[in-house]
């Protein structure tokens, strides 16, 4: 399998329609916002999504967030996680449930969902938020959001398929 650009699958990144039943919809139901981003790529090997969450949030474009996160770490005590909880982003992404193709995440006002799904012989690869409420700082970032999740998400799939090919 070739491997694409980030620039290239930064291209095939596209804005999706919230999958019926999927753990988005459930939990964005009483969200104040709710995107969702998809790219779809031929079949390499069997869909795994928490190995998708490891390649998102170690990807080359979430490590602006990263040092965010750890600076907000040394200053912000975080609740402890239950016991075997998982999380991630220095502890601020905490999955809540996890299916064979879904994960969510929780980080206090926002939440976060990731899919990986085999149809035929593609797989679809999704990234969404939910925004519990939208305040006027919030109303204001959501057009840089919405670059940054497709970037993200690019790179992040990027990561995975580099990971799959090794």
């Given at each position: ?18 999958p019926?039943?999927?753990l ?7 969200g ?45 005590k ?17 999955v ?10 929780d ?12 149809d035929?012989d ?8 939910i ?36």
């Amino acid at each position: 399998m070739s491997k694409p650009t980030h620039r290239a699958l930064y291209s095939e990144v596209k804005h999706c329609i919230i999958p019926k039943g999927s753990l988005l919809e459930k939990h964005g139901a009483k969200g104040a916002f709710v995107d969702c981003y998809q790219v779809t790529r031929s079949l390499g090997s069997t869909p795994n999504v928490k190995v998708f969450a490891d390649s998102f949030y170690s990807c080359n474009a979430f490590y602006p967030e990263s040092w965010v996160l750890w600076a907000a770490s040394r200053f912000y005590k975080l609740p402890p996680l239950t016991e075997g909880g998982q999380s991630y982003g220095y502890g601020f992404f905490r999955v809540v449930r996890v299916t064979d193709t879904e994960l969510i995440m929780d980080s206090g006002g926002t939440q976060t969902w990731m899919s990986v799904e085999r149809d035929g012989d593609v797989l679809n690869y999704s990234f969404g938020s939910i925004l519990k409420t939208t305040g006027f700082l919030a109303r204001l970032l959501i057009p840089p959001h919405r670059w940054y999740s497709k970037l993200l998400l690019a790179s992040a799939v990027g990561k995975y398929e580099s990971k799959k090919d090794a």
